[in-house]
């Protein structure tokens, strides 16, 4: 038996011949109208960008991760998922220090980065591991990211984390006289605001921040390739990269024009500093396009009197170092981070 072939256009009657340019019409303007939709959202809402900057970032935070698992020493132990805020789901972190330590250890909290948007203590754990196994106990921390939470939330976060690790520093292992707030990225620029507040009242003021730690605890910052100062994102060149700029300070700003919200103003952190900022580490690669704010920063701090210590590779040096350079141990640059990093550490924190 032969099965029937299918009807063609041609072969239809009459009528269903006269209805395929009418659906074919149907079609093209509702991929019109889906086309229009998505422009609109895209205009109108940070979150369909964010999103999709958000899956790129924690697909390559994830990987970053995954290569730095097997240079991490044996020996370190970890606690994690600890809830360090009450009735906030986002607000864990997790504790990383040495197995043989006999009693607290100086400690680094690790914020991540992750454009504001996305990022996870998880994908800094290789690292934060890495470090401790230097004789630190490592406190990473998660916080709240846009666009659900908005500015200044993270920096309340932070502070919050800085209470309980304080307040729990007996049975976390935590020397409580010996801290360092660290981070990468974003979560340099929230390090930094934080360290600011510790240390300028006035400025914690103008935040309604009230530090959970004094300027006497705060050792140092390190701060790897963040920015510090919004008057200096230039969006005028168009193409990807001011669209993300755009997208994620949007985003973490909670409006689009984030610019000229004098509610924002007071992240641009290198703008506040003052010679009470503790000691700081710096570092961005030369095709890190926000290598020129952590020079800036970099500059305003050693203008105010603040000891620091940077690495900025020449602006003309190949191959390039790009955005989060640090964290590839397999290049000498990395290593190099690393390094000068435990040493600006050691320096900071012996005794």
Same mark, same amino acid.
């Given at each position: @038996?032969?099965?029937?072939?299918?009807?063609?256009?041609?072969?239809?009657?009459?009528?269903?011949?006269?209805?395929?340019?009418?659906?074919?019409?149907?079609?093209?303007?509702?991929?019109?109208?889906?086309?229009?939709?998505?422009?609109?959202?895209?205009?109108?809402?940070?979150?369909?960008?964010?999103?999709?900057?958000?899956?790129?970032?924690?697909?390559?935070? =994830?990987?970053?991760?995954?290569?730095?698992?097997?240079?991490?020493?044996?020996?370190?132990?970890?606690?994690?998922?600890?809830?360090?805020?009450?009735?906030?789901?986002?607000?864990?972190?997790?504790?990383?220090?040495?197995?043989?330590?006999?009693?607290?250890?100086?400690?680094?909290?690790?914020?991540?980065?992750?454009?504001?948007?996305?990022?996870?203590?998880?994908?800094?754990?290789?690292?934060?591991?890495?470090?401790?196994?230097?004789?630190?106990?490592?406190?990473?921390?998660?916080?709240?990211?846009?666009?659900?939470?908005?500015?200044?939330?993270?920096?309340?976060?932070?502070?919050?984390?800085?209470?309980?690790?304080?307040?729990?520093?007996?049975?976390?292992?935590?020397?409580?006289?010996?801290?360092?707030?660290?981070?990468?990225?974003?979560?340099?620029?929230?390090?930094?605001?934080?360290?600011?507040?510790?240390?300028?009242?006035?400025?914690?003021?103008?935040?309604?921040?009230?530090?959970?730690?004094?300027?006497?605890?705060?050792?140092?910052?390190?701060?790897?390739?963040?920015?510090?100062? @919004?008057?200096?994102?230039?969006?005028?060149?168009?193409?990807?990269?001011?669209?993300?700029?755009?997208?994620?300070?949007?985003?973490?700003?909670?409006?689009?024009?984030?610019?000229?919200?004098?509610?924002?103003?007071?992240?641009?952190?290198?703008? =506040?500093?003052?010679?009470?900022?503790?000691?700081?580490?710096?570092?961005?690669?030369?095709?890190?396009?926000?290598?020129?704010?952590?020079?800036? @920063?970099?500059?305003?701090?050693?203008?105010?009197?603040?000891?620091?210590?940077?690495?900025?590779?020449?602006?003309?040096?190949?191959?390039?170092?790009?955005?989060?350079?640090?964290?590839?141990?397999?290049?000498?640059?990395?290593?190099?981070?690393?390094?000068?990093?435990?040493?600006?550490?050691?320096?900071?924190?012996?005794?």
């Amino acid at each position: @038996m032969v099965s029937p072939s299918p009807a063609s256009p041609a072969s239809l009657p009459t009528v269903g011949r006269r209805r395929w340019p009418r659906v074919l019409g149907w079609v093209g303007a509702s991929l019109g109208l889906a086309g229009i939709a998505t422009f609109v959202a895209f205009q109108v809402s940070p979150w369909p960008s964010a999103l999709l900057i958000r899956y790129a970032f924690d697909k390559g935070g =994830h990987e970053t991760d995954a290569k730095l698992a097997d240079l991490v020493p044996s020996g370190v132990v970890s606690t994690t998922d600890i809830a360090y805020r009450a009735d906030d789901p986002d607000a864990l972190l997790d504790v990383h220090r040495p197995e043989n330590a006999a009693g607290p250890l100086p400690t680094v909290v690790w914020t991540h980065g992750g454009g504001w948007v996305s990022g996870s203590k998880e994908q800094v754990a290789s690292y934060a591991k890495i470090v401790a196994s230097h004789g630190y106990t490592v406190v990473a921390v998660d916080y709240s990211i846009a666009p659900g939470a908005t500015y200044p939330t993270p920096l309340f976060e932070l502070n919050d984390a800085l209470a309980y690790v304080t307040e729990h520093a007996d049975e976390l292992g935590v020397d409580p006289e010996r801290i360092v707030l660290a981070g990468d990225s974003a979560g340099s620029q929230i390090s930094a605001q934080v360290a600011a507040a510790v240390t300028s009242p006035a400025y914690a003021q103008g935040l309604g921040l009230d530090p959970a730690i004094g300027p006497d605890q705060l050792a140092a910052v390190v701060l790897h390739c963040g920015a510090y100062d @919004m008057s200096l994102v230039d969006t005028s060149t168009g193409g990807a990269s001011a669209w993300f700029l755009e997208t994620v300070l949007w985003a973490y700003a909670g409006t689009k024009d984030f610019a000229d919200d004098p509610r924002f103003a007071a992240a641009s952190v290198a703008q =506040h500093v003052t010679a009470d900022f503790p000691p700081a580490f710096l570092t961005g690669g030369n095709a890190d396009p926000l290598t020129p704010q952590g020079k800036a @920063m970099a500059a305003r701090l050693a203008e105010a009197g603040v000891e620091v210590d940077a690495i900025f590779q020449p602006d003309d040096e190949e191959p390039g170092l790009g955005h989060e350079y640090q964290f590839d141990l397999s290049t000498e640059a990395g290593q190099v981070a690393l390094d000068r990093s435990l040493e600006f550490l050691a320096k900071h924190t012996s005794g």
